[in-house]
């Protein structure tokens, strides 16, 4: 593939925003409101400390944004938190980071997915009923664009991100020019509890679900055009910049316009109604948010495929999933991601509310495991600057690491056990595959030179069907590979229609290929029993040093054609390797079929 078609394929700085940012930027319409609905148990003394809480958020998310900036320069080839860890902190805590990493993406599909859904029955009543549908077109949608390649699934979502951002920041600045609400938002109720430690700290592991997806960037540096590192650092600091800002933004409307939870409408919708009034900007605002929430799954497409890419380089997942397609895409973990979010979509029947307890807990593990292995990673490097890059990465370690035991101590009753259950496994999973492939490697001798080659005397034994040109094409074949050739075909004299043993002589011998032909019989009108027989015999014979079957199988040019086959070949295939050590050659000649 040429250079310049492989680097258009990659992304820009605004495609990275639009592929790789959504999850934190969409963040905003569902993160504020987390907070209020912890506060307004204390009436509006308690909703006084959103702005506070904010700017706490807003820290960490500023002390992340500098850290994963310094882990793109250190880590070039993506991975974010497992590279980093794989480096300083022992492959076991690398494989906890990897873990917890993509528990948080195929979470975030689901949430992203079924949040966008529920923005849009609220819109629409009628369509509830229908949210499991809606959210299964929607993930089919975003995993279809997705394979057709992350900078065309870029492009696409450029116009939406950009119309929800200007859509964002008009309602803060126009909000903070109102002197009075153009719609009264609704006012909190009577306190039920006092402002204390225990609920500001629940308010903010709440809001942190806001910085879910800052560590995207990091990890999907490979798909950004060169230079990548410069790239996707420009990215890093202005999804920062854009998320920090509306963070704080929206927290100063809702404390100016004293904003509370309202069952039936979101904080966003007040805001928005308050500023803008309820008319075409109100329903603009809705629509992109709708859009987006949708939408933000695609972080999750362009992170993740990239972090098993990693993985299977590693050999603890199957090493389909460093394989790229025509366009750049790693097409198993695109399928693996959307399989995982669709059964997490069905299994919640498209509610929000039964996936967020578990939301951002997996996402803190890997971003303290990050921070953690960049302090270790700058002592042992000690380049220019060392001390003050290792200071930036420390205190990052230190507000997630305590962002983390929020988030348990929160959440962990609420089913933020089943992250550590989840995790769990799949280090196990990935341990058990390391070991097999471990165990693969022994057997072939990787790493030793090999003794020189030896010819051995080899029969090659073709299953036939009838005399036609896919038994030629296959004969051809065989005769090129093996010192003997010879063909089999099964008949079942007992099946009516069916050709008999004389009649497949009579045809074999007016061909008169110089192969011969041995006929087996099959009262059972089994196909593989008798060839699995005859192939045992021709082994105990020991007249060979080795036994070739050659399958030969068409090839149709059309897939609607192709299920139209017997499927023979598989059955054979199965059969052979099952019950014989038969070496087996499936080869697939294409056949043209004329109009």
């Known amino acids: 593939m040429p250079e310049e078609t492989t680097e258009r394929d990659r992304l820009t700085v605004p495609q990275g925003l639009a592929a790789l940012s959504l999850d934190a930027l969409a963040s905003v319409a569902y ?50 938190a497992y590279a980093v860890a794989k480096a300083h902190l022992g492959r076991r805590v690398s494989l906890v980071a990897a873990a917890s990493l993509i528990i948080d993406y195929v979470l975030n599909v689901a949430v992203s997915v079924s949040a966008g859904v529920a ?20 993930l089919a949608l975003i995993t279809a664009v997705n394979l057709y390649g992350v900078a065309e699934s870029a492009k696409v979502l450029i116009p939406p991100t950009v119309i929800f951002v200007v859509a964002i920041y008009t309602v803060i600045v126009i909000g903070l020019l109102r002197p009075h609400p153009v719609t ?37 540096v490979p798909t950004f055009r060169t230079p990548r590192v410069q790239r996707a650092q420009h990215t890093e600091i202005a999804l920062g910049a854009l998320l ?39 329903y603009v605002v809705q629509f992109a948010t709708v859009a987006l929430l949708a939408l933000a799954a695609n972080t999750s497409f362009g992170g993740m495929p990239v972090l098993t890419s990693l993985l299977a380089r590693d050999h603890h997942v199957p090493h389909v999933f460093a394989l790229r397609a025509d366009r750049q895409v790693y097409r198993h973990g695109v399928l693996v991601l959307a399989g995982a979010a669709l059964v997490l979509l069905v299994g919640a029947r498209g509610d929000t509310q039964a996936l967020v307890p578990v939301f951002a807990i997996g996402v803190f593990i890997g971003f303290t495991i990050s921070q953690v292995g960049m302090v270790r990673h700058w002592r042992l490097e000690r380049g220019p600057g060392w001390r003050g890059r290792a200071v ?12 983390t035991v929020i988030e348990l101590i929160a959440k962990f009753g609420e089913g933020g056990w089943l992250v550590f259950l ?40 073709v299953p036939v069907g009838a005399v036609n040109r896919l038994t030629q094409e296959a004969l051809g ?32 011998q007016r061909w008169h290929p110089d192969v011969p032909l041995t006929v087996l019989s099959s009262r059972s009108r089994s196909l593989t029993r008798p060839i699995v027989d005859h192939l045992q015999e021709l082994a105990a014979a020991k007249e060979h040093d080795r036994l070739v ?31 014989t050590d038969a070496v087996i050659c499936r080869l697939r000649f294409r056949i043209e079929v004329p109009r």
């Open 184 to 220: 009264a938002p609704t006012h909190v109720g009577a306190a039920t509890q006092s402002v204390g430690l225990l609920l500001l700290l629940k308010a903010f592991a709440s809001g942190c679900a806001a910085l879910t997806g800052v560590e995207a960037i990091a990890n999907a």
């Open 422 to 461: 989840a995790v769990a496994v799949l280090v196990t999973l990935f341990e058990s595959i390391h070991r097999s492939y471990a165990r693969i490697g022994r057997a072939l001798h990787i790493g030793e030179v090999p003794g020189p080659p030896v010819q051995e005397h080899s029969l090659v034994v």
């Open 392 to 403: 930036l990465n420390g205190l990052g370690a230190v507000l997630t690491a305590a962002a």
């Open 549 to 579: 079957v050659l399958i030969p199988e068409m090839h149709l040019p059309h897939p609607w054609q192709r299920l139209l086959q017997n499927q023979r070949g598989v059955i054979l295939d199965r059969a052979i390797r099952q019950h």
């Open 477 to 508: 074949t065989a005769l090129s590979l093996g010192d003997e050739v010879r063909a089999v075909t099964v008949v079942h004299p007992e099946e009516e229609g069916a050709p008999d043993a004389d009649a497949m002589l009579e045809a074999w």
């Open 119 to 138: 923005a849009l029955t609220s819109a629409f009543p009628s369509l509830y009923p229908d949210r499991v549908v809606l959210c299964v077109v929607v």
């Open 31 to 80: 993160g504020p409101e987390a907070i209020v609905l912890v506060l307004a148990v204390a009436g509006s003394h308690g909703l006084g400390f959103t702005l506070p809480v904010t700017i706490a958020i807003t820290v960490l998310l500023a002390a992340l944004t500098f850290s994963y900036r310094q882990v793109i320069a250190a880590f070039p080839n993506g991975g974010g």
């Open 244 to 282: 920090g800002s509306m963070l704080i933004g929206l927290s100063v409307l809702i404390g100016r316009f004293h904003v509370a939870p309202n069952p039936t409408k979101t904080v966003l919708a007040q805001l928005t109604d308050a500023s803008l009034g309820h008319n075409a900007g109100f």
